[in-house]
């Protein structure tokens, strides 16, 4: 069974210093993987998915992430954080056969504070 | 276009009152999904529908939990009674198609139980 775990559940960063959200994923197949964000009270966005192409994939507002399939990681980066960027980062699966194809996996969660 | 709208935005009641929670999906998204996101967790999806088809409910605790899609479009989710806890948000989201297509998500309704 596909899953993700998400190293930290909480990053502090400085803002306009670089962010770094850690994630590992378990799959038997190629899997689907993506990053989706939350801000209080609203709904999950989507950052970036990976699905097969290229392994270094861009997302919206600076966000970037590599997937390595030697290291079974997708983690999340940006060079320069912004004030706006404090929120919820969850890292995803989809699940990749059978009935539940498509189904998406969440992780737990890493909260990224910004001090100014 | 507009977003997934989901309403109440929150929700207070007793324990073992019932209490239900609607969804309009965007336009055109055939694929409609319920998740259940406790605090401090990720979501989990607890109902997945094509058009009006529930094609996946393994999750969904069937004893006080029920949903429906008749038309194809908005969809409902019940609980009845309601337990302290499944104080927790609960979140809609659409896509085009199953199968990878990008998820969209409402707010959500956060559940009180008291």
């Known amino acids: 069974a596909q899953s993700v775990t998400q190293l930290d559940s909480h990053v502090s960063v400085s803002e306009g210093t670089p962010v770094l959200l850690r994630c590992n994923y378990s799959?038997?197949?190629?899997?689907?993987l993506f990053w989706y964000v939350q801000h209080p009270n609203k709904g999950l966005q989507l950052l970036l998915k990976?699905?097969?192409?290229?392994?270094l994939v861009k997302g919206i507002n600076g966000f970037e992430a590599e997937f390595k399939k030697s290291e079974t990681s997708f983690h999340l980066t940006k060079p320069s954080a912004h004030m706006s960027d404090a929120a919820e980062y969850f890292c995803?699966?989809?699940?990749?056969?059978?009935?539940?194809?498509?189904?998406?996996?969440f992780g737990k969660g890493t909260k990224l504070s910004v001090k100014p | 276009e507009a977003g997934v709208v989901q309403s109440p935005r929150y929700k207070i009641i007793e324990k073992k009152q019932p209490v239900a929670f609607w969804c309009n999906p965007i336009?055109?998204?055939?694929?409609l999904y319920w998740y259940l996101q406790n605090l401090g967790q990720g979501p989990e999806l607890l109902i997945r529908?094509?058009?009006?088809?529930?094609?996946?409910d393994s999750q969904l605790p069937k004893d006080r939990f029920s949903a429906e899609r008749l038309k194809g479009v908005d969809s409902t989710l019940k609980i009845q009674p309601a337990e302290l806890g499944d104080s927790a948000v609960y979140l809609c989201?659409?896509?085009?198609?199953?199968?990878?297509?990008?998820?969209?998500f409402g707010p959500g309704t956060r559940l009180t139980v008291l």
């Open positions: 989201a659409s896509s085009r198609r199953s199968g990878g297509d990008e998820q969209f």
């Open positions: 799959s038997s197949y190629s899997p689907s």
């Open positions: 990976y699905t097969s192409a290229a392994t």
């Open positions: 995803v699966v989809s699940e990749g056969y059978g009935g539940s194809q498509g189904n998406l996996i």
């Open positions: 336009s055109g998204h055939n694929t």
């Open positions: 529908y094509e058009n009006e088809e529930a094609v996946d």
